[in-house]
């Protein structure tokens, strides 16, 4: 069913050099996106997440480059891309960022710039891929804005983003990434900015257009209450790593890592019972520039084995669709894939 | 935008009026009779110590200060300044004669450096870390460490005695006036004039430059598919030039300043030269007058830099900041 994936990203590894120094921010990352589905990527602070989205594009930071693994873009069976053959500002990519697959920043409160209007930096992106009016382009976002819950959308199109809350300016960078109809929309943490009440619209309005637009989703997040809510398939992260994905309820009904289950105890997650207790994970993350020999999650695990410290887990598929990254589950892979 | 306009025209009054009340004291506590630079010298010479006396008493130069003041205040308004105390010529016809030379040298130098600082730095910022960046950070340091008559004379002795390329000073070739015919004239003050401002602005932009290029917007830019020239020009450099106005107007008096210097290396008849030669020759009633113009001419190019900020920073327009 290799044909149901529009995007897979396949042992990708992404380093930055600062200095004499390398950091390895993403390690042998493997996940697929099924078409019209919402991914969901979890992990703690620093374990990746962003630098992951950022490599899809290749929009990611001077100091760092993609030294292996690939990303494979599929917009119609017919056509499969591999898009780290592109280099970093090429035509090619240039013609699938924005159109094709559009993003939504961690820090989008600052993602608008501050001396253009909205409906000038929406327009921005529309007429860069579609070949339209300005009147036709200027009413088409007048609708999209409308339908994003933004109130007099003809007078707000000339507002400046300083003019605007942070919920209404995210509802602006949404309208930007969804503007030209992309198949996938990238979301990093798009509502860790907001206020509680704000982050459900975001959602909802996410939720909304990907079911209007058959839009598919990865969304990143460090909140597993939103995952339960609104993924189809997860993939937790650690210290570069992807160390388990599976769908939500092979993820959340039968956790396997021992750092999914940690995650798991350690946040509030909607419909769970009054009296459980919430915990912590003990240690704290390396840094990031460590490098190790064995498993990342070994000096912290409850289970580390000798084994552990000695060689890298390789994953292992414990069930269709279900992978784990542990020497825990050595046997019960169903087969050996590396 | 027409309230900012206005706002702004409106702050203008009062700094206009103190720098005239400072000319007034200065001119007040000029040695000698003030009566010597109020009416032509060649008169004078056939007065009686009487009629002087008289004159002084027409004049009003023994009414108290404040009526003096405004009485100055409304001859420079119809453009009666006095008289030189040199050759008895009027000042306003002195000033109507240099200060064109003056504005034409400062405004043309003022546009190239602003031109070559920002292009300079921006380039310097792309290729940051780069031989092409080092090199400009280097000619910059040399730009601001050295002084500018040093530049102007060292150009003197190469471009104009050694190759004979320009003319080493002058504004003009007798029975020539036209402005292209200036142009050769030109070339080597407006050029030395704005070295060390454009070495500034370089180092300013591109500051500027690498902070904005940094900034998430820039990302967000970039997301949209536009080519590299398009995020570094619209996006980048747009927002990178906005701090960069207040180091422009912080350095128009500099530059102005600087028409003192270069127009005696290069011999050209502005106002700054114009200065030195009346300092030289005690004659303070024009030093005071050209003094008033100069601060005139550095208020109007401030006023029009911060209304060129306010076009380029919608904050600003709208009074957030
Ligand atoms: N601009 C950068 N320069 C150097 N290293 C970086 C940079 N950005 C990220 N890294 C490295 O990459 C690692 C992963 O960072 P990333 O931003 O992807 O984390 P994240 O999972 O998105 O965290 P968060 O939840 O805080 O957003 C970090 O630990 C850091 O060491
Ligand atoms: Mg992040």
Redesign the pocket.
Known sequence: MEKDYILQVKNLE?R?K?GKKT?H??NDVSFNLRRGTTLGVV????????????SIMQLL?K??HIEGGQVLYTPSPEQTLNLTDFKRNSKELRSIRGKDIAMIF?DSLSSLDPVYSIGWQIMENLRMHEKLSKKEAKEKIIRMLGELGIPSPEDRFKSYPFEFSGGMKQRVMIAIGMICNPNILIA??PTTALDVTIQAQILALIKQMQQEHGTSVIL?T?NMGIVAEICDEVAV?Y??RVVEFGSLLQIFENPHHPYTKALLKSVPVLGMGKDTELESIEGTTP???TVFKGCEFEPRCPFAMKKCTEEHPMVCEIEEGHEVRCWLYEEKCKDDRR | MLKYFFRRLLSFIPKILIITILIFIGLEFVPGDPISYLIPPEQMAFMTEETIANMRENLGLNDPAYIRYFKWLGNILKGDMGYSLINGVKISDIIWTRLPATIELTALGFAVATILGLLFGFISALKRNTPIDYSLTALGMVGVSIPEFFFGLSAIVVFGLTFRWLPPGGRMTPGQPGFFQRIPYLVMPVLVIGISYTATLMRYTRGSMLDTMNKDYVKAARSKGLSETRVNLVHSFRNAIIPVMIIIVNRIPILIAGTVVIESVFNYPGMGKLILESISGSDMPVVMIATFFIALAVLIASFLVDLLSALLDPRIRFGKM
């Open positions: 992404t930055f600062i950091v921010a993403v992990g703690e602070s620093g374990c990746g997440k962003s630098v992951t989205a950022l930071p100091a760092a961690q990093d943490e990143i460090h992260m210290m570069g840094d990031a520039s």
